[in-house]
């Protein structure tokens, strides 16, 4: 069974550039969640996707964007980069039986 | 605004040593609590989940605890290894959707 897995692993891009970051999860979980984590910190709650649909959405920008497809995986974009976005971005599933979050490796976006 | 605290930020002991790592978060009302370890630059892998209802979960040599009122949780590792160097992080879930994170307590077992 496999977990959630994320693409890419890593990733540097240029200020102003824009990016896309997926995501696939866990078998027979229908709920995508995205976070960042900066260095040190503990992570943050971006955004929540469940039924192709944005349900909750952290104090993010809106240069921060994501999708959910009908097969459940997603994909976070962030536009305009900025040297503060340069973080580890992990991606939780879950189910609505109340299982808890499982978390894929995470990718990591370096921004120049 | 719930607000989750862990203490302390890092944490050496030598191997075999029994160890509490400690949580605290600030709105009693959640829908649950994880436990998660990570590994530098890696992922987060879920430990133990204890629903609101719940007072403790245990796996292998790990028990966490968990007290809504007094809004505090607890991680207790036993017979500690090298391999239990980590950063723990705990986390509440305000409502059945976004987890909200402490800062990690760094653990080192020293051989």
């Known amino acids: 069974d496999a977990g959630v897995t994320q693409s890419p692993t890593h990733l540097i891009k240029t200020r102003g550039q824009q990016v896309t970051l997926r995501c696939s999860p866990k078998s027979g979980h229908d709920t995508v969640s995205w976070y960042q984590q900066a260095l040190g910190q503990g992570p943050q709650f971006i955004f929540q996707?469940?039924?192709?649909?944005?349900?909750q959405r952290g104090n993010f920008p809106d240069r921060f964007s994501g999708h959910q497809f009908p097969n459940y995986s997603s994909e976070l974009n962030v536009n305009a980069l900025l040297l503060g976005d340069s973080a580890l971005y992990l991606c939780?599933?879950?189910?609505?039986?109340?299982?808890?979050?499982?978390f894929g490796p995470g990718t990591r976006l370096t921004v120049t | 605004k719930q607000e989750v605290t862990q203490i302390p930020a890092a944490l050496s002991v030598p191997e075999g040593e029994n160890l509490v790592l400690n949580c605290s978060f600030t709105d009693s009302a959640i829908y649950n609590l994880q436990w998660f370890r990570q590994d530098p630059g890696k992922g987060l892998t879920s430990l133990l989940l204890?629903?609101?209802?719940?007072r403790e979960q245990t796996s292998g040599r790990l028990n966490a605890s968990l007290d809504k009122s007094s809004g505090r949780s607890t991680l207790y590792i036993a017979a500690s290894q090298p391999g239990d160097s980590a950063t723990y992080l705990c986390?509440?879930?305000?409502?059945?959707?976004?987890?909200?994170f402490g800062q990690g307590t760094r653990l080192t077992i020293n051989p």
């Open positions: 939780a599933s879950s189910s609505g039986t109340g299982g808890g979050q499982y």
């Open positions: 996707y469940y039924e192709e649909e944005e349900r």
């Open positions: 986390a509440v879930t305000p409502g059945a959707q976004k987890l909200v």
């Open positions: 204890i629903q609101s209802s719940q």
